[in-house]
């Protein structure tokens, strides 16, 4: 849970980790603050709740690349609680998740730009892609600057869960100063 700092998982297949006494069981489970993760070609699925998340505190350069995840029970891929930067997102599919494809909490300045692209995203609950409390610079490139790009996001039916739909969703999202979140995304 602690310490995953200069952390690479690669090649790796996460399934069904879903034991009733598992309140969160999920695939790829990290909690920051961490810096410098790569997390390449993992296949994560079926699990009780997440199929990639990293909580809490600072996370900075982050890379999650080329992975497959299906059919966990909450979302897809998340960055929760805390804020982050230097974030790379690509080349990965996300199908069929319970709620949110992906999801991305506090994306900031701080170690360079975040960047979510060319991801395949298909029948998710309820988002494709979470942006949440956000405090981007505006710009296109260079360090804060929040850029999503070049995705695919569809939903052929939506699911029982009959609140908000979106394939890109910006919200504010319950501000808590604690966190360092911006009052209203920026």
């Given at each position: 849970?602690?310490?995953?700092?200069?952390?690479?998982?690669?090649?790796?297949?996460?399934?069904?980790?879903?034991?009733?006494?598992?309140?969160?069981?999920?695939?790829?489970?990290?909690?920051?603050?961490?810096?410098?993760?790569?997390?390449?070609?993992?296949?994560?699925?079926?699990?009780?709740a997440?199929?990639?998340?990293?909580?809490?505190?600072?996370?900075?350069?982050?890379t999650?690349?080329?992975?497959?995840?299906?059919?966990?029970?909450?979302?897809?891929?998340?960055?929760?609680?805390?804020?982050?930067?230097?974030?790379?997102?690509?080349?990965?599919?996300?199908?069929?998740?319970?709620?949110?494809g992906?999801?991305?909490?506090?994306?900031?300045?701080?170690?360079?730009p975040?960047?979510?692209?060319?991801?395949?995203?298909?029948?998710?609950?309820?988002?494709?892609?979470?942006?949440?409390?956000?405090?981007?610079?505006?710009?296109?490139?260079?360090?804060?600057?929040?850029?999503?790009?070049?995705n695919?996001?569809?939903?052929?039916?939506?699911g029982?869960?009959?609140?908000?739909?979106?394939?890109?969703?910006?919200?504010?999202?319950?501000?808590?100063?604690?966190?360092?979140?911006?009052?209203?995304?920026?």
């Open positions: 849970v602690g310490g995953n700092n200069n952390l690479t998982i690669d090649s790796v297949h996460v399934y069904s980790n879903n034991t009733n006494n598992a309140v969160n069981g999920g695939g790829i489970y990290m909690n920051g603050p961490v810096s410098t993760v790569l997390i390449n070609n993992v296949d994560s699925q079926l699990n009780k997440r199929g990639i998340v990293i909580w809490n505190g600072f996370k900075q350069n982050i999650i690349t080329n992975n497959y995840v299906k059919s966990n029970n909450c979302c897809g891929i998340e960055l929760q609680d805390g804020t982050a930067s230097g974030v790379t997102v690509t080349g990965n599919t996300v199908i069929s998740n319970s709620d949110s992906m999801a991305f909490l506090g994306l900031t300045s701080g170690s360079g975040n960047v979510i692209k060319n991801n395949t995203i298909t029948n998710n609950g309820r988002f494709g892609i979470e942006i949440k409390m956000p405090n981007g610079t505006g710009a296109a490139t260079g360090d804060g600057s929040i850029v999503i790009e070049n695919t996001i569809s939903l052929s039916t939506p029982a869960d009959l609140r908000d739909f979106a394939g890109i969703s910006v919200i504010r999202r319950a501000y808590q100063p604690a966190f360092e979140y911006v009052d209203i995304p920026t």
